[in-house]
């Protein structure tokens, strides 16, 4: 046989081959936006869950294994600076959104009440997941005029995360090693001088340079720990009260004293935390993950003495409470395939399922099953968080713009704390502001 007849045969047969060949089906695409951050560089590939830390390490862990696990579908993920809202909205707009994003709580009715979310009801149900499958605290969340519209993956809180090596020092730590937390606004000022003069330090490390949210978070815990229902009304807001003025007198003072780190980001604080440059950073539950790890790392700030973590004290007399929120896994509505809508089901039947790693953030597990297992109560820290689970408070589901709500009352505080606006005309501004945000929805 020559050598150009024996070519002839080979390739002869190689098309048979393929001819004959059993089709490979296409992938079902979906697209998914999230925030959280980008950490490509460390797990852009990883699919091992329980190596990742972080709310990014673990959400892009948990999407690689999920498009390794299910090869009949394929997730394509936008990942957007937080919170990304004014970037959906435009999706929206242009008729192009995202089939899956995450979406707080506090926000899912801001898109459901315009149609904008596909109900999610009898999805989850297809896919065995049940209301009561969730925690009262979640399921209240994502639920909007009697139906669920997404996927509660938690609750999160403001937390006190103290630096115990610096609170030992200060001589602010109890006979059995827990450190001695204020019950009164006269006690908060008090350990925070004596923190100051034992430490050369500030007791509170505080984000407040370009960073509204922390501002009205503890503003409604204070607010809820009164029991004012300023809310009582969804669409008109009664902020210029007693009981809102003690909380910017607190902060205005804790300001003025010095007993706070000043003109710091986001990034800054939490750098300013690491390296021990105060005893108490008011942060998220998503920071115990990172901050655990800190502390057990040899060198570092936290390691020398030790990291506690808390939910807020109770410094007025009340009801004791905090703000709360959560985040979900929202679906745009759109016409889709079966195909498309069984591979929705998969991918939030995916998270569900995998609800404790995510729950190693630091955040309150969304699934009733987790937050009561052995497996959850043995991670670090999660006894002294766990009353969240009923202290956390979220805004009335009605109220909506709650996040446009956040930056208006952010700015009002930050002008009255920073010494820019009388404390009277801030909190005057900030209800018309609100209460004229809200007449115009």
């Known amino acids: 046989m020559t050598l150009t007849l024996r070519k002839y045969m080979l390739a002869a047969a190689s098309a048979f081959a393929l001819a004959t060949a059993t089709p490979t089906l296409a992938a079902t695409e979906l697209t998914v936006q999230r925030f959280f951050g980008a950490c490509d560089a460390e797990f852009g590939t990883n699919t091992d869950v329980g190596k990742a830390v972080g709310e990014c390490g673990i959400i892009t862990s948990l999407i690689n294994k999920f498009n390794a696990d299910n090869p009949d579908v394929h997730v394509s993920v936008s990942t957007v600076e937080w919170p990304g809202y004014d970037q959906l909205t435009a999706q929206f707009a242009a008729g192009d959104p995202p089939d899956i994003v995450t979406i707080h709580h506090s926000v899912l009715g801001d898109y459901q009440s315009r149609g904008l979310l596909m109900p999610l009801d009898d999805l989850l149900k297809s896919v065995g997941i049940a209301p009561s499958d969730f925690t009262e605290a979640s399921l209240s969340g994502v639920t909007k005029d009697g139906s669920i519209y997404g996927l509660p993956i938690d609750n999160w809180t403001m937390l006190f995360h103290i630096n115990m090596d610096l609170f030992k020092k200060a001589g602010l730590v109890n006979a059995d090693g827990t450190p001695k937390l204020p019950t009164s606004v006269d006690e908060l000022m008090a350990q925070a001088k004596q923190f100051k003069e034992k430490t050369g330090k500030p007791y509170f490390v505080q984000n407040l340079a370009n960073e509204v949210a922390l501002y009205t978070r503890n503003l409604y815990t204070y607010l809820f720990q009164q029991d004012s ?213």
Not at 286 to 313: C, F, H, K, R
Not at 398 to 410: C, E, H, K, P, S
């Open 229 to 441: 229902d300023f809310f009582a009304d969804p669409e008109q807001v009664k902020l210029n009260t007693p009981e809102a003025r003690r909380v910017l007198e607190m902060y205005k003072a804790i300001y003025d004293n010095d007993y706070t780190t000043k003109d710091m980001d986001y990034a800054a604080g939490i750098n300013a935390f690491l390296a021990g440059e105060g005893g108490v950073h008011l942060n998220g539950t998503w920071v115990i993950g990172d901050y655990t790890a800190s502390s057990e790392t040899s060198g570092t700030a936290l390691n020398a003495g030790g990291y506690a973590v808390y939910p807020y004290p109770q410094l007025f007399p009340g009801t004791k409470a905090q703000y709360a929120d959560g985040h979900s896994w929202a679906v745009s509505q759109k016409q889709r395939t079966p195909e498309e809508e069984a591979a929705i089901g998969k991918f939030l039947k995916f998270f569900n399922d995998n609800d404790f790693e995510w729950s190693r953030t630091g955040h309150l597990p969304a699934v009733k099953a987790v937050l009561e297992s052995e497996e959850f109560k043995a991670l670090p820290h999660r006894d002294t968080i766990a009353a969240v689970a009923t202290l956390g408070t979220p805004l009335p589901s009605t109220v909506q713009r709650q996040f446009a709500i956040q930056d208006i009352i952010g700015q009002e505080m930050n002008a009255a704390i920073t010494g820019q606006k009388e404390i009277d005309a801030a909190l005057a501004d900030m209800e018309s502001r609100i209460n004229e945000l809200l007449a115009n929805i």
